[in-house]
Nanobody
């Protein structure tokens, strides 16, 4: 059974940091890339960061230099380190398992999401 379980969300002040984690299980072998999406109220879900099985990373322009995605293939885990958080980073963050088609990340499986709120 495919499963993605997020942890690490919460409330943080602007300028603060949070670390999100995701544990994956039951993934088909070809679904070997991972990503983080987010969805803020009234907005479309957007891809924040993605990482290939080999460790190549992609980031949305809005988070470049502030967020870092990483993975541990041996443990089937992935993390998103978020620094210098801004109120506009407030959203539900979703762990995702997918694959790269050329240079494009394609989502396949979703976690249930974890709330991140940046507020003073």
């Amino acid at each position: 059974q495919v499963q993605l379980v997020e942890s690490g969300g919460g409330l943080v002040q602007p300028g603060g940091s949070l670390r999100l984690s995701c544990a994956a299980s039951g993934m088909p072998v070809n679904v070997n890339a991972r990503g983080w999406y987010r969805q803020a109220p009234g907005k479309q879900r957007e891809l924040v960061a993605a990482i290939s099985s080999g460790g190549n990373t992609d980031y949305a322009d809005s988070v470049k230099g502030r967020f870092t995605i990483s993975r541990d293939n041996a443990k089937n885990t992935m993390t998103l380190q978020m620094n210098s958080l801004k109120p506009e980073d407030t959203a539900v963050y979703y762990c995702n398992a997918g694959l790269y088609q050329g240079a494009t990340y394609k989502s396949v499986y979703w976690g249930r999401g974890t709330q991140v709120t940046v507020s003073s």
